[in-house]
Every structure is written in structure tokens, then in C-alpha cells.
């Protein structure tokens, strides 16, 4: 069983202290990224978002970041002649920087192996569902929920994950569950559901920040957590 100490990848000589350094990759408008941004803000989250980065020049992830002072990054892939390419430059982009956690939020592009063996452990992903049910390639935004509906399911949720090769198969930190209501529409299920997402995502990040996360082959554990 391989185990991974996420301890030892946590910067403790930051100019702030020892807040860790957060980039987020965001293709749309961000809600995940400003409840991340917040909990920085605030101190619940031990670190700082420095960049945010998009593959959409339009992106109101991007115009968030801006708001708060935070480099925004856009990254054109037609500038590219490869995914691989692209996520060479992502990557350089990102280490230049010295990020030491990379969240996804809402990035719409899958990532290549090669991006996710150089990020080992230090890339995080939020789901709009309970994986691995309604999850992997094809399943994001709406048709997520309408998925749930039409399969009938009566509880679904939310999952924040490390990401590895598997699209959405990686370890899982925390999950939350909501319940599916007999009149819920896409729209109404994605609403209630986003509610949870911008609760547990910084729970995730605040818990990596802290140094109590630990991968054990498939499962994520939680120091000094009493629960
Ligand atoms: C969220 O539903 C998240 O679960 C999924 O993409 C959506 C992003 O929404 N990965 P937002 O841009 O954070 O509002």
C-alpha cells in the first residue's frame, strides 16, 4: 500500500508565513474559486490563492481574481499545437509561480498524464455528484444533474477528490450529500448542490493547508479528525 504524506508538500518558509500557495484553474464564472478566494480572506483557508488561470479569455473566473487582487492568467489553447503542449505551458506557468496546490473549478479541459504526474497529489477537483456514481468523461455541468433525475436516484452530492489519470476517479476527501426532491429540475438540483460545493472545497483546501491530509492507497485520511 503506498502511503502519501501530504505534510512534506506544504511550503513552511512562505513571505506570509506559512500560508501555502494556491493556483486555481477556472474556464467559467468562478462561484467555486470566490468561495475559495473568501475563505482565504478570511483566514479559515491557511494560504492564498496567486493565480488564477483559464482556457477562456472570457471567463468571469477571470474578472473574480481581478476583483481581489489576484493575478488572472488566460491561456489560449489555439496557441497550442497539442494538449500536451498546452499543458507543458500550464504547468511551467504554475511552477514559476511556486503553487503548492492546484484546484480545479470548473476547469472544462481533462488534463494529460503527464501534467497530473508532475502535480502528484497536489491537484484537487470538486464534483457535482457522489462519485463514483454520475461521474468520468461526458459528465459535467447540467448533464450531471439532469443524470441524477433521470436515473431516479433520491440522494446525490457532492465529492472533492485528488486527481489522478482516472477522469474523477481519483481519492476522495470529503463528500457531502443532498437530497433529490420529487419536483427538482436540473437548474433547482445544481443550485442546492453548489450550496454544499462552496462549503466543503475550502474544507478540503483548509484541511490540505493544515497538513492533516494522507492518501493510503484509495483512501484519504483525516488527522485529528474526532468524527
Ligand atoms: C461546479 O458545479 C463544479 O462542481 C464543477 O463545475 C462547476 C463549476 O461552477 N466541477 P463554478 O464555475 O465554480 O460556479
Do not use: W
Amino acid at each position: 500500500m503506498v502511503r502519501y504524506d501530504l505534510k512534506g508538500v506544504r511550503r513552511v518558509t512562505d513571505s506570509q508565513g506559512s500560508k501555502i500557495r494556491i493556483a486555481v484553474l477556472a474556464s467559467g464564472r468562478g462561484t467555486n474559486l470566490q468561495a475559495i478566494i473568501d475563505a482565504t480572506e478570511s483566514g479559515y483557508i491557511p494560504g492564498r490563492v496567486i493565480v488564477v488561470i483559464s482556457d477562456k479569455r472570457d471567463a468571469y473566473a477571470l474578472e473574480r481574481a481581478r476583483k481581489h487582487g489576484i493575478e488572472a492568467l488566460f491561456l489560449d489553447p489555439s496557441s497550442c499545437s497539442s494538449r500536451d503542449e498546452y499543458d507543458k505551458l500550464l504547468g511551467d506557468e504554475i511552477e514559476r509561480r511556486g503553487a503548492d496546490l492546484i484546484c480545479l473549478a470548473g476547469f472544462m479541459r481533462i488534463l494529460s498524464p503527464s501534467f497530473i504526474s508532475r502535480f502528484r497529489n497536489r491537484i484537487m477537483n470538486i464534483h457535482p455528484a457522489l462519485l463514483p456514481s454520475f461521474g468520468g468523461v461526458g459528465m459535467y455541468g447540467e448533464r450531471v444533474h439532469k443524470a441524477v433525475l433521470d436515473y431516479g436516484v433520491k440522494i446525490t452530492g457532492c465529492t472533492v477528490h485528488f486527481v489522478t489519470e482516472d477522469v474523477d476517479g481519483g481519492p476522495i476527501i470529503i463528500q457531502e450529500a443532498v437530497p433529490v426532491l420529487d419536483d427538482d429540475t436540473p437548474e433547482t438540483l445544481a443550485k442546492r448542490v453548489l450550496e454544499h460545493e462552496h462549503r466543503i472545497y475550502p474544507e478540503a483546501i483548509k484541511l490540505f493547508a493544515e497538513g492533516r491530509l494522507e492518501i493510503v492507497g484509495r483512501r484519504v485520511r483525516i488527522r485529528g479528525d474526532k468524527g
